[in-house]
């Protein structure tokens, strides 16, 4: 029978393959005519002459397969398939001494590494990620060597805009930047195609298989530099099953933990499978969802707090509005996702399969310049000191009074400190809906699948967010008390709110996507795959800014687009005994629409109005062109021009005839390598080069371009101010150039080690450049004034940087054996590079002040080491020979830990930290960071279904761990940080209140203490 229904299908390598020769277990010959079944699925072959047999597009799970024929004992085991890997299976059936059917059970024993890979890859099952004390599949990649979870609240790896467009932390691979990670979800990319990073994480419990890929990607994955997360998802069985759990974190404020209490975690996550009645399960379900709602964060503050009570000024060190001392909730955190499949099977090897998932996640962080708003600073005041002045004092009149919380205007607005519970930071709401269809059939040794998708992504901005109402663009002021947001100047008819966010916008995408994927088993040791791939998006945005400073001035970016890409691969993989090589090549074409400059450093092409007139016939103009009399005087030439402006804004125009056009077509090939040498029966070595591209983000092909507007193709569509920086759908492709070599063992019966050392060379990706400048450097003049001045200036992105990564990554695991099991992992790497990714450098260096780097330079993401560790107890129907040891049945518990070293930063010497006293760029190292987390759980069956109940235990020993540090110290437990990196506020010398330097949100999470329970069938 099948051990594990739950299975999904393959579109873009979504499936294994099952393969072995079947031998006489006396004489060593092979069988012909055996039947190789893959037990309640349909899927079955029978073997050659040579005893050979395949299974190709067998999706993953775990399958019960037998071998059987007439003569011979029939026999049978348990395997385990996973994405993308060939597993063996070759029995040696013994002849049958009985007429009576005889079946033979070879005990299971799954390969704790594939020896055939030819990169890194690692493959996570639904029942490894169930036993991890994790909740999201961003939390299982941080687990892996090479994955990074950047912190977004840290500014030196996160630019403030864009910690206003995309509020999910993106994950890296070795050092790359945020847009590198491809996502796929049944084949389906689900990236943010504006921004980078991941669009969205689906529930664990839709999850059937894992696949991360860090090196020798494949020809079939596509647009991705660094490496590709392959999610494949469950699928309905013939059976009913499904699980539901609750879990919450007011079991820790329950024992006396006060975050645990202001964090209000809640967490609902279920699944439910099967085949709909009545049609003789050739109609199948799943469902599964999840819903999380939680404080954004909880930190822990001094307990030095401004004293209204106190009429000497040694008391008031703290500001003025600081009253909440210890433990304080800010923000909010609300997610739910929703993920359903039908599949119908015409046959067993023939199956049509619709799909649906929505997804929401709502934010607002606050930041630390934000600390005083969204709260009433007088009711707080009374919080604090009822409990040492209530006997003695009216605390209430005190607070009231010293805040001046009661007065309001005659409109019956707030006017005193109740202004402040009427500003907030903004409030990020992200949508995203996919539908996708496909259609597979496998034909003896031939798969076909045609798959078909819409992904629709939409976010909100919303700057102005009241009484559960976004109002848009209606932006509100701020002001600062020392380097903290006030409430500003607000116009009554402009907002009902006192105060909000910089900026506002939304955006939305829809993509439409098809592909057609071949496979073919074309011979005993050539395995062929081919296939095509189009996609096309729809693009609208629109952001505006305030840039006023004591006043609101709202600076709009729009832009809409329908960009489009295919692209076409071939691979043949080569398997014999002593060498395995796949080798293939992808070819990538597409294009970014819309009018744009042809020269994006040079707007006017190199014709400006003097060009015109001072060679007129060159433009199919008369040679008197340029002609003018005035006063008896001639003129000629520019001086012409210049005299005339009929004839000036004549020859502007001609001018900018040449200066816009449609980008050209990107186009790239691909080849792909990778090779596998067997050492000895249990271990392998293996090598792979890769040539990878990846599209520019969109958001960099068109801002600040005016494409999609009413100007766009004229001098007023692109936004020429340095400001902000213009888009450009020039731009190419960017490259990786990727190598690995590997080996590969297992020993010892139960254990296995991986080492792999490997080298991206990365160019072509986006950065930023000045424009306004000829070929030679010089600056453009322009008499014309085409652009709004005769020496246009402005920033513009271009392929110009690049990232150099080298490292090693060395694992070792041990399989569960005696109750126990455990992964240890370690990883060293380098990354340097000529500059940060463009919304970073741009606020680093032309906001902020630090020096644009002249040599290669550390990444801002270079992590040098990272050393991950799991040890897994589990204990199911059999328990150790001890008393009491019987509690312990069905029970399991599993430890994480993760010692990881500290992200560059920028030094500086002194306590303002102008851009004199910084020294080189990204030459600091953070403090290490270390953090344990801990699940232990109990079940039992009553009957055929399974309760049960857990804790949970984030950041187990309570660790301090630093995401940002002061640039003066290194540290984050004090110092100072560059003050033009600050939000809000004048500049502050070193008597700066107490409350400059109480920063807990430069601390990651702090312990946290949960419980759930669970129940499944």
């Known amino acids: 029978m099948l051990l594990t229904s739950a299975v999904a299908q393959k579109a873009v390598a979504q499936t294994g393959k099952l393969t072995g020769v079947v031998t006489d277990s006396e004489t060593g010959e092979p069988v012909e005519g055996v039947q190789v079944v893959v037990q309640g699925t349909g899927y079955g072959a029978v073997t050659q002459s040579n005893g050979r047999y395949f299974l190709i597009a067998l ?458 994927d071949a496979e073919l088993q074309a011979t005993d040791h050539h395995n062929l795959s081919a296939g095509v791939f189009y996609q096309t998006h729809d693009i609208t945005f629109r952001e505006v800014r305030d840039v006023g400073l004591n006043n609101i001035v709202l600076r709009p970016s729009d832009y809409a687009a329908e960009p489009w890409d295919a692209a076409a691969y071939i691979q043949d993989r080569i398997e014999y005994d002593f060498l395995t090589v796949r080798l293939g090549a992808r070819f990538d074409y597409g294009k970014a629409t819309g009018l744009f400059f042809n020269n994006p450093i040079d707007p006017t092409n190199g014709t400006t109005q003097a060009t015109v007139c001072n060679d007129p016939a060159s433009f199919g103009l008369p040679a008197n062109f340029a002609n003018f009399v005035r006063n008896d005087t001639t003129f000629t030439g520019l001086a012409a021009c210049g005299q005339s402006s009929a004839i000036g804004d004549s020859a502007t125009s001609v001018a900018f005839r040449d200066d816009m056009g449609q980008a050209r077509t990107r186009s790239a090939f691909s080849p792909r390598l990778g090779l596998n040498f067997p050492v000895t029966e249990r271990s392998s070595a293996f090598f792979n080069f890769g040539v990878f591209y990846q599209n520019p983000l969109y958001n960099n092909v068109y801002q600040g371009t005016g494409i999609g507007t009413r100007n766009e193709g004229t001098p007023n569509g692109p936004a020429l101010t340095n400001e902000v920086f213009v888009g450009n759908p020039q731009l190419r492709s960017e490259q990786t150039i990727s190598y690995e070599i590997g080996y590969i063992a297992e020993f010892a019966r139960n254990f296995s080690v991986q080492l792999v050392a490997f080298s991206k060379d990365q160019s072509g990706l986006t950065g930023i450049r000045q424009g306004g400048v000829d070929e030679k450097g010089r600056s453009i003049f322009d008499p014309g004034v085409t652009y709004g001045s005769n020496a246009p200036s402005y920033t513009v992105l271009v392929n110009q940087d690049y990232q150099t990564v080298r490292g090693f990554e060395v694992e070792l695991r041990r399989r569960l054996a005696n109750y126990w099991s455990g992964r240890i992992n370690y990883g060293y790497s380098q990354a340097t590079t000529n500059a940060a990714p463009p919304d970073l450098e741009e606020q680093q260096v032309i906001d902020e002040g630090d020096v644009p780097a002249r040599a290669e330079i550390r990444s801002p993401t270079d992590q040098n080491h990272t050393l991950n560790g799991t040890l897994s107890l589990s204990f199911q129907n059999q328990t150790p020979k001890f008393r009491f040891a019987s509690l312990l049945r069905n029970s399991a518990m599993s430890l994480t830990a993760r010692l990881l070293s500290g992200y560059p930063y920028t030094p500086c010497n002194s306590f303002t930290c102008g851009t004199r006293d910084r020294l080189d760029r990204f030459s600091g190292t953070a403090p290490t960071t270390f953090r344990m987390d801990l699940q232990a759980n109990k079940d039992w069956n009553v009957a055929n279904t399974r309760y049960g109940v857990y804790v949970r235990v984030a950041n187990l020993l309570d660790a301090k761990n630093c995401v940002q540090v002061y640039s003066s110290t290194g540290n984050c437990d004090g110092g100072a940080s560059p003050q033009s990196r600050l939000r809000a506020g004048n500049f502050t010398g070193t008597g700066e209140n107490s409350t400059f330097f109480d920063r807990p949100q430069y601390l990651a999470e702090r312990r946290s203490v949960n419980a759930g329970v669970r129940v499944s069938f």
């Open 59 to 516: 999706p993953p799970g775990t399958y019960s397969v037998q071998a059987r024929r007439i003569g011979y004992q029939t026999t049978q085991t348990s395997l385990s398939i996973l994405i993308d890997v060939t597993r063996e299976w070759s029995p040696k059936l013994p002849k049958a001494t009985t007429t009576l059917t005889e079946v033979r059970i070879e005990a299971a024993r799954e390969n704790l590494v594939e020896l055939s890979q030819t990169g890194s890859t690692n493959q996570v099952t639904t029942q490894e990620i169930e036993a991890l004390p994790v909740r999201s599949i961003k939390d299982v990649l941080t687990l892996q060597s090479g994955f990074q979870e950047i912190p977004t609240i840290s500014t030196d790896l996160t630019s403030f805009t864009a910690s206003r467009r995309n509020n999910t932390p993106p994950i890296l691979i070795r050092g790359g930047r945020a847009g590198e990670t491809m996502t796929l979800i049944d084949g389906i990319p689900v990236n943010n195609f504006l921004f980078g990073g991941p669009s969205l994480d689906i529930t664990r419990k839709a999850v059937q298989n894992l696949q991360l890929i860090k090196g020798g990607m494949e020809p079939q994955y596509g647009n991705a530099l660094s490496g590709v997360i392959n999610i494949a998802t469950k699928e309905g069985g013939t059976s009913l099953e499904g699980s539901l759990e609750y879990e919450t974190s007011r079991f820790g404020g329950a024992l006396g933990n006060t975050q645990d209490d202001l964090r209000g975690y809640d967490f609902v996550e279920g699944f439910l499978s099967g085949p709909v009645p009545a049609t003789a399960n050739k109609l199948r379900f799943m469902v599964a969802g999840r819903t999380t709602n939680e404080a954004s964060e909880v930190l822990e503050f001094d307990d030095e707090i401004f004293n209204p009570f106190v009429p000497d000024t040694i008391s008031r060190d703290p500001h003025s509005l600081d009253v909440v001392n210890g433990w304080r909730s800010l923000g909010f955190r609300s997610q739910r996702d929703i993920y359903g499949k039908l599949t119908f099977y015409f046959t067993p090897t023939a199956k049509l399969s619709v799909g649906g998932l929505h997804y929401e996640r709502e934010t607002m962080q606050v930041p630390f310049d934000w600390m005083f708003t969204g709260q009433n600073i007088s009711a707080a005041c009374q919080q604090a000191y009822s409990g040492r002045y209530g006997n003695d004092i009216d605390v209430a009149d005190v607070c009231d009074t010293f805040y001046d919380a009661d007065r309001v205007a005659s409109s019956g607005r707030p006017q005193g400190s109740a202004r402040y519970e009427f500003t907030n930071p903004a409030i990020i709401t992200q949508r995203r809906d996919l539908f996708t269809g496909r259609y597979e059939q496998t034909l003896g040794r031939l798969n076909l699948r045609v798959v078909g998708g819409v992904f629709d992504q939409r976010r909100l901005t919303c700057a102005t967010f009241f009484s559960g109402v976004c109002l848009g663009e209606r932006i509100a002021d701020t002001n600062f008390t020392g380097r903290f947001v006030t409430p500003g100047v607000t116009t009554p008819d402009l907002t009902p709110t006192e105060g909000t966010d910089e900026i506002a916008g939304n955006d939305k995408m829809r993509t439409i996507l098809g592909r057609f």
